[in-house]
């Protein structure tokens, strides 16, 4: 079965770096499209960024645009996203997730926690 499994989150203060991880398996990894997804305490869901399936295509949300960079290892089935410069506003619960064939999010990890204070 598909599972994604995230991790590297933590505390961390303002303007530091975090590299998070997603170890995906149970399906082709570089056949997809894999995404980061935010939430926020008390917020909606907010896309973070989007890696093509072969890793030469990049998006990112502008709130992010700068700062964080997705990368994907298709060896290692592992999804990356280094986050530099981070602010308070970035903390958030941070899931890993699989863009299907109707391009929405078709699989979740369970998320991985970071928090940006002093």
């Known amino acids: 079965q598909v599972q994604l499994v995230e991790s590297g989150g933590g505390l961390v203060q303002p303007g530091g770096s975090l590299r998070l991880s997603c170890a995906a398996s149970?399906?082709?990894?570089?056949?997809?499209?894999m995404s980061w997804v935010r939430q926020a305490p008390g917020k909606g869901l907010e896309w973070v960024s989007d890696i093509n399936d072969g890793g030469g295509s990049t998006y990112y949300a502008d709130s992010v645009k700068g700062r964080f960079t997705i990368s994907r290892d298709n060896v290692k089935n592992t999804l990356y996203l280094q986050m530099n410069s981070l602010k308070p506003e970035d903390t958030a619960l941070y899931y890993c997730t699989r863009r299907g064939s109707t391009w929405a999010f078709d699989y979740w990890g369970q998320g991985t926690q970071v928090t940006v204070s002093s």
């Open positions: 149970g399906f082709s990894f570089s056949g997809y499209y």
